[in-house]
């Protein structure tokens, strides 16, 4: 999903900034070439893939969080489960791995900017644009919630827009499974202004706290200003426990009610009167546009809202669990409704109906209905009475649940099943009628249940070549997921050691599989510095590696024409085939021997190391204790190679 034309002029251009990466490659094959952005865990850096001889965003983790396995971890988790999504409005991971000190991910790189570039350049969007941008973030969570996985630090920061109009979510490192990590103890991850009550308050995280933060992002873009303001972390936190987010009509008279029944169903602190998914707050927001005249959704807003924007809330950071303030039980008897009660008792017809011909509702239900078959499902409501009712939203309920709603909504129920990859077994995929259609009572509603994923066995692929892997599991009806390599001795370079999940276990239909490949046999790199190219060309190929000469040369202590600089460098694991670079000399640089003869030895040892020489001290058998330098190996005045020893004698 992209923008419109209106919202495309929204977009603006990446800056860089100078860098010690910049210019270097890693992993002998992704060369730096501008830095992107800064966050607390890593930096970006628009990089061209070599082999591939295209851009790609590189996410290379602080050299100072690799040697902390719970960040690597994490970097780690964010690029599998982002591989596993394959959605176009993800920014999708091709890549991870190591050189050295860096832990990096090769990703999509997306040339434009991020939503947080344009609210603090434009203020308050325009209603179309608006939903132009929300529409495709919540079809990229809604992907990654049917999947399992919560978002976690949803925020304007994180939607990235393209030159060319395409909005995508980025940054998965916070990313949780859903039935996995339910909550944390003694922090809450993630940044203060979009966090949702019950992750302030009790730590616990589902896919309802990202439909939280998309409320406050479309209250941002709406209004150009946050809901909930403070002096301090721990103000913002209050208001967020205490206080509902405000219409956002209240900032910006004018605008229509529906939006402001989007905000509010979206930003309810009761998460049970939240949409359970993004999947379902989608189908909101087409209702809400749906209700909506183009004078509307065009409808220029006021900037009262865009000066002085301040961004210290915008950082992802860990908060305190002291922060958090207690907030008193609710004692609203409908806080106790299903989740989609704040819409059920409609507003005036008039307001809902304005602007909205019976052939755009009929429109908007065939698109629902569509979004409902792709098990993206969400419910348009109608204002009904007499003898006719609506279709209560079941979707995602169990089978008992969800019968018990429609019969008590005096409508049959007749059950059937279907597989679902995106739906838990005995949870409700989609109802026919769909949720919120027009029914006469008495009426029979046909409820799908799921039968959970159509199960394939993962094939045993140790040992194949890895494109014949990938065809395998294609036609065994899986997706190749992420790529890595690692040393054997084993199997041979380029094939399978092994997949995950591993063969033989029953993985859901068009699912990912993770292929480890091998390196072959880890050898460890001679030295060749200071050797000749003919004798270490020899001594690396003999090894059973390849060799590439360096394009350029540098100033070294060895001799022109011999070895100065080798990559990897001796003693690391290379596996069997690798290619080893070899810098050659330029020969050393030569400079003039500073006269230290009669200087103390301190003092000596200074002015010939700010020259550029090591020092070495001959004290013989009567200099131990002395502290005069009585002679020199390079008299004062003559030349030596830089980086060379000079050894003084001390008496």
């Known amino acids: 999903m992209g923008l419109s034309a209106a919202a495309r002029t929204l977009t603006c251009v990446d800056t860089t900034l100078q860098d010690p990466l910049v210019g270097q ?5 992704y060369r730096v070439e501008a830095r992107i952005a800064v966050g607390g865990m890593a930096t970006v850096y628009r990089t061209v893939d070599t082999r591939l001889d295209r851009v790609l965003a590189l996410k290379v983790m602080h050299p100072t969080l690799a040697a902390d396995r719970t960040f690597v971890e994490r970097f780690i988790r964010e690029a599998k489960s982002v591989a596993r999504l394959a959605h ?6 091709y890549d991870q791995g190591t050189d050295g000190p860096y832990v990096y991910l090769a990703m999509e790189y997306v040339a434009g900017c991020t939503l ?24 990229a969570l809604g992907a990654a919630h049917r999947a399992g996985f919560v978002h976690r630090d949803m925020k304007p920061e994180n939607v990235l827009i393209g030159d060319d109009g395409r909005v995508k979510v980025a940054d998965f490192g916070l990313v949780r499974a859903v039935d996995t990590v339910t909550s944390t103890t003694g922090t809450v991850l993630g940044t203060v202004a979009y966090l949702a009550p019950e992750q302030l308050e009790h730590g616990t995280t589902d896919t309802r706290v990202d439909v939280y933060a998309c409320g406050v992002t479309l209250y941002e873009m709406l209004t150009g200003g946050k809901p909930h303001s403070g002096d301090s972390p721990a103000q913002v936190l209050y208001h967020a426990l205490h206080d509902d987010v405000p219409p956002p009509s209240a900032a910006v008279p004018g605008l229509p009610y529906e939006l402001d029944e989007l905000v509010a169903s979206a930003t309810a602190r009761n998460p049970e009167l939240r949409p359970y998914d993004a999947v379902e707050l989608l189908a909101q927001t087409l209702q809400a546009r749906a209700g909506l005249s183009a004078e509307q959704l065009d409808a220029v807003p006021p900037q009262a809202m865009t000066g002085g924007h301040d961004n210290a809330e915008d950082r992802t950071s860990v908060i305190p669990r002291s922060l958090s303030v207690p907030r008193p039980a609710p004692t609203d008897p409908d806080l106790s409704l299903n ?8 507003p005036p017809p008039p307001r809902r109906t304005r602007g909205v011909p019976a052939p755009r509702r009929a429109l908007l239900a065939i698109v629902v209905g569509v979004l409902l078959v792709l098990g993206v499902g969400g419910g348009v409501w109608y204002i009904n009475s007499g003898q006719f009712t609506q279709v209560p939203a079941v979707l995602q309920q169990s089978q008992a649940d969800a019968t018990r709603r429609l019969e008590g909504a005096g409508l049959d129920v007749d059950v059937k099943r279907a597989f679902s990859d995106t739906v838990k077994r005995g949870k409700v995929i989609g109802t026919d009628p769909a949720p919120g259609a027009r029914i006469r009572d008495n009426d029979t509603v046909t409820v799908t249940i799921s039968k959970g994923p159509q199960t394939v066995e993962v094939p045993d ?10 065809t395998r599991l294609k036609n065994d009806g899986l997706e190749p997921g992420l790529v890595t390599r690692e040393f054997s001795d084993e199997v041979i370079k380029g094939q399978v050691i092994g997949t995950e999940p591993g063969a033989g276990t029953e993985a859901s239909s068009g699912s990912a599989v993770a292929l480890v490949v091998s390196r072959g046999a880890p050898v460890e790199v001679p030295e060749v510095s200071g050797a000749s190219v003919e004798d270490a060309r020899t001594e690396l190929e ?10 350029g040369q540098v100033n070294s202590q060895f001799e022109k024409g011999l070895v100065a600089e080798q990559s990897p460098r001796a003693g690391e694991r290379a596996g069997d085939g690798d290619t080893v670079t070899l810098t050659i000399s330029k020969g050393p640089v030569m400079v003039e021997v500073p006269d230290v003869v ?8 200074k002015k010939l190391k700010a020259a550029g020489f090591e020092v070495d001290e ?34």
């Open 25 to 29: 490659v890693l992993d002998g094959r």
């Open 618 to 651: 001959d004290r013989g058998l009567l200099g131990f204790f002395g502290d005069t330098v009585t002679g020199q190996s390079v008299d004062g005045g003559d030349t030596a190679a830089k980086g060379s020893t000079i050894t003084i004698e001390i008496g």
């Open 116 to 139: 947080r570039d344009v609210l603090r350049d434009r203020g308050a969007l325009q209603p179309r644009a608006a939903l132009d941008i929300l529409e495709p973030v919540l079809a």
């Open 461 to 470: 692929l140790k040992g194949y070549r890895l494109d014949a892997a990938k």
């Open 598 to 605: 009669d200087d103390s030895v301190d003092e000596a040892t």
């Open 542 to 551: 003999e090894a059973g590696l390849k060799v590439k000469i360096a394009s």
């Open 339 to 346: 989740r989609t009660s704040r819409f059920e008792s409609p």
């Open 88 to 93: 176009p409005n993800v920014v999708g991971v």
